[in-house]
């Protein structure tokens, strides 16, 4: 691909941090806007709260402090209070039926006064409705009297918050009836705005006061954004660019033609221009206004853009770059690659140094992307450290553990950090203009650093690029944790089959002596002492199970060294079958091994190896069938393959061990005791029969006995 080979930063001069992003394209626009919500009604509840105050006290001036001339009446100013209150309470996290009812409450009551003031005006009509009920005596002495367009008002304003309450579908009714609260204050606003002989011809085109008309709008904005990412707003307040395209536009659509009609009508008012420029320079300005924030908006998700393409491009490369720490466990394999891709994409010069024993670094990775300069460079780099302070650079990072960056190269900064003149004229050579220097950190310890250098006049590094390295560092610190740790497992268990082979052969010759003895005593009190001569039959059949166990464990051992010998031969199958089962007939007692089936056929094996494996699987036949009396050995050929099986009708193995029944020291649980073992009869068989380049399987159901087969090559000479 085409972007692995371009540097992560784009534009790095520019300073495009990825925490840097637009807050309305915000990923928490929706808290940001349910936060604004409640502080528009914040804010109507404190103006409304100033003018009930004022009238309760009768302080004209604290009545008058907000938006005055004319005030807000009292009733207009309760109704605000509840509405407000509604507002905020549906900004509580948790809901439930007491808050909702809560809500119910307070919205409630200006819905109320909204109606009885309807029916108020309703029934100054000449309606025969309303003199059939006398509401026009009974309504007309409530003192809560307002204007139509209040009382509309706030009859949608009460709508819309119960509307907002019950939420979901419902929500889309409920913005729909605040988007209604709006265009009743159109009028209003444009009263105020411009001047109602400019709007409408006549001295009062409402009778809203200014403070009732400003806490509205702020009610009106406060209801859309109280559920935003529910109902017919959510176009509004996406997350992506989509949302944050929109959101602009609609702000620039209220906003924009309002003010710059403002502006020109003052200025018509003014006598600048005469009616028909005042028409022309509404278009033109318009026109001028809607193209420069085109202009802005598209520069806006430019810069989105790129820094997406930039985020994406450093998931690619820490992905990358992740992929090659795993590839290996060989940690100076795979940091080599990491230097390589970090070079150019990231820097210039990329190197590593790990901390040796004696308290040295060693570079272990020195990339650039000139190649004859590498050479130079790991030659100034063996007596650089010598050369160098502590109070900043490597060794400073080394002593600390904590990232430096310096963006900008100066000749007193290397100066401070290379005491020798040849050094400091090598660097200066090779032109660093930025320089960025990370610790490698196991286990709490600083075990290396990382170091980036930049040689481009036009690229030096930022605290983005800093992340993005620290990133790198941990990833590759990990890589080389795994990698000790898997060297430190492979060296145990080095040490614990040399153990086993080394203990298994001391005890060898211990054991052969003991059953040596064991045998003479054995033979001088056959006859004698039928007690005696019982319990040193007894012995010599441990000595020869622990006999077995060692040289068990002896092949274990031999096998994870990879020292087990063989001595391969033509072997003749069906007299080798006859003469293992006729050598094992008189030890088995109890039980009667058949052969069925003949082959005539002949393997490349090792005579002792494969009469092991045989031998181990008549016995586990044997020990795992008590109740039995007959173990079936089956040879067949096949055009390929000779087929040797060991088929028991014994207590048989469930599903859960088949699985694991070849692995290393794995037993199969049973109560019957006879049946202990170390689990590695059948490990060695199988790795026995895999140096034969054959396969061993079983094949077993609970209680219904078992079938061994072991499947070896025919000899070339027969195929």
Known sequence: METTRKRISFFPNRNLELWKIHPLLSADIINILKRFSSALAFITFIIANTTLAGAISGLSNIKMLFLPNPPMGVVTAIDLVFISISILLLHVKKTNRLLSHTILFFTSVPFFISVFNLFSIITTLPTPVSFLFHLDKTLTSFPIHSPLNLTLLMFFSTMSLFFLNIGGKYSK????????????????????????????????????????????????????????????????????????????????????????????????????????????????????????????????????????????????????ASQLLASSLDYKITLKKVGELSVPRMADWCTVEILKPNGKLQQIVFAHSNKKLVAAAKKFGRNYYSNIGDEQGPLHVLKTGESEIYPFITNSFLKKLIKNKRGLQFVKKIHMTSLMIIPLIVEKKTIGIIQFVSTNDTHHFSQAELSIAEELAARASLAIEHSMLYDNAQEAIIKRDEFISTASHELKTPLTSLKVYTEVLEQQFAGKDKKTSLYLSRMNTQINNLTHLIKDLLDVSRIQLGKIAFNFEEVAIDPFIKMIVTDMDPIFTGHAIEIHGQTHATVMADKERLGQVIMNLLTNAVKYSPDAKKIIVHISKTKKHVFISVEDMGMGIDKKNLARIFDRFYQIKDNNSQNSGLGMGLYISKEIIHKHNGTITVKSKKGKGSTFTVALPLHQNQK
Do not use: H
């Not at 509205?216 to 209801?223: D, K, T």
């Not at 420069?292 to 820094?307: N, P, V, Y």
């Open 173 to 320: 009714i409920g913005q729909i009836s605040a988007i209604g609260v709006g265009l009743i204050l159109l009028p209003s606003n444009l009263n105020y705005l411009y001047g109602s002989e400019f709007v409408f011809n006549r001295g009062t085109a409402s009778q809203i006061a200014i403070s009732t008309t400003f806490c509205l709008n702020l009610i009106v904005v406060a209801l859309l954004l109280t559920k935003p990412n529910e109902g017919i707003i959510t176009p509004l307040t996406n997350s992506d660019a989509s949302g944050f395209t929109a959101r602009r536009f609609l702000a620039a659509v209220y906003l924009m033609p309002i003010s710059l009609g403002w502006i020109i009508l003052e200025g018509y008012k003014l006598g600048w221009y005469d009616s028909n420029e005042r028409f022309y320079l509404l278009v033109s300005g318009t026109i001028i206004m809607f193209s420069l924030l085109t202009f802005w908006i598209a520069r806006s998700l430019q810069e989105i853009d790129i820094k997406r393409k930039y985020t994406e491009d450093i998931i690619f490369f820490l992905s990358e």
